[in-house]
């Protein structure tokens, strides 16, 4: 049996991130998911993590570049949280051996116009 | 208006790549910076930076000084005053940090805590750092590059110098000292991450006017007679 959804006064507010991201190999949305959340556990700790409220809502395949592989996605966060959760992505560097760069260039309050970023 | 004076400058292409990126993520004005032995070298590339990039961002060149004798960073800055339009000097050893301080013709102490178990600053290298209008600058790639315990230290160096700033409010700016388009983040994220370590996003904002007031400062440098008296040309 699932649960009745809350009622909008008692439901969380979302911010939606337009993460843009390069790496030097190929990832999955999966890999992306654990990338997001080791950054900002690493970061800001688990305790501080838990508000946070991540999800990765859409991912995007973009381009292959001689330096790179570029990617874009649409990240949930808790509203009153978007700087930290900015600052743990921006502060990504490697990941397993390989060389990543993320940056927020969007930020929303819908899925909709998030995308405007992509 | 986002100025970051450390970009790390490289070959042209590099260069080119970096700018764009930069431009596509919101900076305004960016910097190359070179050592005191390619700086003669970057100089060549400023014709060819200017037709690729005119239209996409602003940009120029600052010297880098590396070294650990006093003598010859006061004599570098010295020969190339007129050529630079900001000269940073990498600190970390008290002694060159307490004689860039002490230089008025250095815009800027960059790193003050590199290398060092320490912030590499206290109130008297701060005093002296405001009566010579010398900039404490502090880099992004610091945070970047390193993890757990030397990133803590790292942040632990940068609150010290925070709480100077405050008690004695010396010049502070704030750049990414970026290799590749992988080291450039957005403005946003760049303030972000220097409010999570407990900068005031007023200080922020004055980091990155500070270093506009570097530039606009050394366009003039060669007309000032003294500290505060400068020749003008308009006969008014």
Request: avoid cysteine; charged fraction near 20%.
């Given at each position: 049996m699932r649960l009745k959804v809350l009622p909008p006064t008692l439901r969380k507010n979302s911010r939606y991130l337009t993460v843009d991201i390069k790496i030097t190999s190929p990832i999955s949305k999966d890999d992306l998911v654990t990338i997001i959340w080791d950054a900002c556990i690493r970061f800001k700790g688990e305790c501080e993590t838990s508000?946070?409220?991540?999800?990765?809502?859409k991912f995007y395949d973009l381009e292959k570049t001689d330096d790179y592989y570029h990617y874009k996605a649409i990240v949930r966060c808790q509203r009153g949280f978007v700087e930290e959760v900015r600052s743990s992505l921006a502060l990504v560097n490697r990941h397993e051996g390989r060389k990543i760069s993320m940056t927020v260039v969007g930020l929303s309050g819908t899925i909709k116009s998030s995308q405007k970023y992509i | 208006m986002f100025f970051d004076l450390n970009i790390q400058g490289s070959g042209l292409e590099n260069n080119i790549k970096m700018a764009r990126q930069a431009s596509s993520y919101g900076w305004d004005h960016i910097n190359f910076s070179y050592n005191q032995n390619d700086f003669k070298q970057a100089l060549t590339l400023k014709d060819e930076l200017h037709e690729n990039l005119d239209d996409i961002i602003d940009f120029d060149f600052t010297l880098e000084i590396e070294s650990k004798n006093i003598n010859e960073i006061r004599k570098t800055a010295n020969n190339f005053r007129s050529r630079a339009s900001c000269i940073s000097v990498v600190g970390g050893d008290l002694k060159v940090n307490r004689a860039v301080v002490e230089?008025?013709?250095?815009d800027v102490l960059s790193r003050?805590?590199?290398?060092?178990?320490?912030?590499?600053?206290n109130h008297v290298l701060s005093k002296e750092a405001v009566n010579n209008n010398v900039a404490i600058e502090l880099c992004f790639k610091d945070l970047l590059k390193t993890y757990l315990a030397p990133r803590a230290k790292v942040i632990s160096n940068f609150r010290d110098i925070y709480a100077l700033h405050a008690k004695f409010n010396f010049p502070l700016i704030l750049s990414?000292?970026?290799?590749?388009?992988?080291d450039i983040k957005t403005p946003q994220d760049f303030v972000s991450v220097f409010s999570q370590t407990g900068l005031a996003h007023e200080d922020i904002e004055k980091s990155f006017k500070t270093a506009f007031d570097i530039l606009r400062f050394n366009e003039d440098r060669d007309k000032m007679?003294?500290?505060?008296v400068r020749r003008v040309d308009d006969e008014a």
């Open positions: 508000n946070f409220y991540l999800w990765v809502m | 230089n008025s013709k250095i003050p805590y590199l290398n060092r178990y320490d912030a590499g600053l990414s000292r970026a290799e590749s388009v992988f007679i003294l500290k505060g």
